[in-house]
């Protein structure tokens, strides 16, 4: 007796396979929770990174605010010093020793210059410069004077009551920035005087100059860094318009903004803050990678994921054995099912899977074994139906429901006869019979199958053929052609065979015909027969009957002649009345094709194309 098998359904490893995923509801808790601490990150570094901003631009404000105030006296001075002097023509006159004293104790002041405005016309008055600073930095004495014409300074808006700060280094150094301002108005309130000022960005450099995980930095109008802590980037005056923050820094009329935007030079998300300096034309801006504030979100989702990382591997385990009864035996099967796709069906999964458990895989297995028969009955029935009837009627049968019917479809039709068959058959046995006919329709059923034909019948020695049925294409009756004219090439090189084997050569008729017949099953519900009916086939079968009249071995239709237009070397062989038929055929003998690619004529035809013509009862044949 079998052994019975403890049953153990699928629903209950389903349950198994739960816990797994009441895990990975785990996980996704501490993932949610991760999210949820890097927001608040996010959240107050938002906070944080504005406060600094906000504490550096007052920083900044006040040191240039500072600077202006000294230098404003300076200027001052500077202007009691030279002013009559310079009216009376000294181009060189002495200075105050307040101005002297004062000068030298601004150490970032590298030099000052008073700017007449008068009638609109910008003219140097007087120029300070610190001999020091210029042997120090190996700078010629006019120095300032190239950096005037370089850097383009805007006096012209100062001149308009502007107060202006541009970057003026060099990427050799030094670090220079030109502050201008107005210094003296005439009775008109218009500006008559202006003060240039070149200063040390070292100023401002060292409350920039320290590298964090926060950046802050200093831009003037033109967008161009005064304060960096990479120093390149002041000294090479470098735009910093490609970032995102300072486009919209420059843009923005909010004096104040805070923002998240993708730098293109990092390639990832910063957090960004501005304030703008408006009386000064200046920007503070502060930005923080974003993965950096979210550094601690991120190592506690790692811890998270470490501890469930324990916690899923100890219940892939528990999932694994388990699961072992369900996927072992389904892979084997899905294993199986690629023999069987195969056309191998002497295969059965009970032997090749060993169950534990009597569950609905173990079923499975079962019904698999089922389909195997019953895969390999209907396998043996298709190849049974393809020898009779074709593989492409076969696939019809099987695809369709069977019954007594058709379909009326354009049909190009063949029929061909051996010539002298009687005569033959009468002198040999029917062994040599049956070997002779084999051989021939050997040769002549693979040509019809390659060019898409399908043999209907043999009817003793002759072969009716059809293209179009049951599916057709626009090229079957040139296929139909091309195959009558491939079997006359054939039947020379079989005839070669035969009379090598002392054997009489094979002389055959062959007529081709188009139009419209019915394709479907004819007979009853318990005997029927695939097949094409109808005058198409009948004239096919009169038009092979005068292939004995006319003495040659292929005739085809009018009608297939106008399919095929002038792709074959067709003429005209000459009219025949057949039985049945009131209006004589007009038939046509086809001698070779044209070559699709250079368009030259390609002649078939064999010493078996023609032979003696033979009297037909049903045909009545005149010459063309």
Request: aromatic share 10%; charged share 20%; hydrophobic share 40%.
């Given at each position: 007796p079998r052994k019975k098998r403890l049953r153990l359904p699928i629903s209950v490893k389903l349950i198994v396979v739960f816990v797994g995923f009441m895990v990975i509801a785990t996980i996704i808790f501490a993932q949610q929770s991760s999210e949820h601490f890097a927001k608040v990150l996010v959240q107050r570094e938002e906070f944080t990174n504005m406060s600094e901003t906000n504490s550096k631009a007052v920083e900044v404000e006040q040191t240039i605010m500072n600077l202006i105030d000294r230098t404003q006296v300076l200027?001052?001075?500077?202007?009691?010093?030279?002013?009559?002097?310079?009216?009376?023509?000294?181009?060189?006159?002495?200075?105050?020793?307040?101005?002297?004293?004062?000068?030298?104790?601004?150490?970032?002041?590298?030099?000052?210059?008073?700017?007449?405005?008068?009638?609109?016309?910008?003219?140097?008055?007087?120029?300070?410069?610190?001999?020091?600073?210029?042997?120090?930095?190996?700078?010629?004495?006019?120095?300032?004077?190239?950096?005037?014409?370089?850097?383009?300074?805007?006096?012209?808006?100062?001149?308009?009551?502007?107060?202006?700060?541009r970057n003026s280094?060099?990427?050799?150094?030094?670090?220079?920035?030109?502050?201008?301002?107005?210094?003296?108005k005439d009775a008109q309130d218009q500006v008559s005087h202006i003060l240039l000022v070149d200063f040390s960005l070292a100023l401002l450099q060292k409350s920039f100059a320290t590298e964090s995980e926060r950046t802050q930095f200093l831009i003037d109008k033109e967008g161009r860094y005064l304060a960096h802590f990479e120093d390149q980037r002041v000294l090479g005056r470098m735009p910093a318009t490609n970032s995102r923050l300072v486009e919209q820094a420059m843009t923005d009329q909010q004096p104040q903004r805070q923002i998240q935007f993708t730098d293109p030079e990092h390639k990832e998300v910063f957090i960004g803050a501005y304030v703008k300096?408006?009386?000064?034309?200046?920007?503070?801006?502060?930005?923080?990678?974003?993965?950096?504030?979210?550094?601690?979100?991120?190592?506690?989702?790692?811890?998270?994921?470490?501890?469930?990382?324990?916690?899923?591997?100890l219940a892939i385990i528990m999932i694994f054995l388990f699961s072992m009864t369900l996927t072992g035996p389904i892979e084997i099967l899905a294993s199986l099912v690629a023999y069987v796709s195969k056309g191998n069906f002497d295969i059965r999964a009970n032997d090749r899977i060993k169950f534990v458990f009597d569950d609905e895989v173990h079923d499975l297995a079962n019904a698999f074994d089922s389909m195997t028969v019953g895969l390999k009955e209907r396998d043996k029935m298709k190849n049974l139906f393809n020898k009779f009837h074709g593989s492409s009627i076969t696939e019809d049968l099987l695809n369709s429901d069977i019954g007594v019917g058709g379909q009326n479809k354009d049909v190009t039709v063949f029929f061909s006869d051996i010539r002298g068959f009687t005569a033959f058959s009468e002198n040999r046995t029917p062994e040599e019979v049956v070997a002779m006919l084999n051989e021939y329709f050997e040769v002549m059923v693979a040509i019809i199958n390659r060019s898409g034909g399908v043999v209907d019948k043999f009817i003793g020695d002759a072969i009716m053929a059809v293209w179009g049925a049951p599916k057709g294409t626009p090229q079957d009756t040139s296929n139909a052609v091309r195959a009558c004219l491939e079997m006359r090439k054939a039947l020379e090189e079989l005839n070669e065979k035969r009379k090598a084997r002392d054997q009489v050569p094979i002389k055959i008729g062959m007529g081709l015909h188009t139009g419209h017949a019915i394709s479907g099953t004819i007979g009853s519900l318990e005997r029927m027969e695939y097949t094409v009916i109808g005058d198409t086939v009948n004239m096919t079968s009169r038009i092979e009957a005068s292939t004995k009249a006319f003495g040659t071995d292929l005739l085809v239709s009018e009608a297939i002649i106008a399919k095929v237009g002038d792709g074959f070397l067709a003429e005209v062989a000459g009219e025949a009345t057949v039985k049945g038929k009131s209006e004589p055929l007009k038939l046509y003998k086809v001698r070779g094709y044209k070559d699709p690619v250079t368009g030259q004529e390609v002649i078939v035809e064999t010493a078996y194309s023609h032979f003696e013509k033979e009297h037909d009862e049903k045909v009545k044949a005149s010459a063309a």
């Open positions: 200027g001052q001075l500077l202007f009691k010093s030279v002013e009559a002097p310079l009216a009376q023509g000294n181009t060189s006159p002495p200075l105050s020793q307040e101005f002297l004293l004062n000068f030298d104790k601004e150490k970032f002041v590298a030099s000052v210059e008073i700017w007449s405005t008068k009638n609109q016309e910008l003219k140097l008055l007087y120029r300070k410069s610190k001999e020091k600073f210029l042997n120090d930095n190996k700078l010629n004495l006019d120095f300032f004077e190239q950096l005037r014409k370089q850097n383009n300074f805007p006096m012209a808006s100062v001149s308009q009551k502007s107060l202006e700060i280094s060099r990427p050799e150094g030094p670090a220079l920035a030109t502050l201008g301002f107005p210094l003296a300096l408006v009386n000064l034309g200046l920007i503070v801006l502060s930005q923080v990678s974003k993965s950096t504030v979210l550094e601690p979100a991120v190592n506690a989702k790692r811890q998270a994921f470490y501890i469930a990382g324990i916690v899923i591997s």
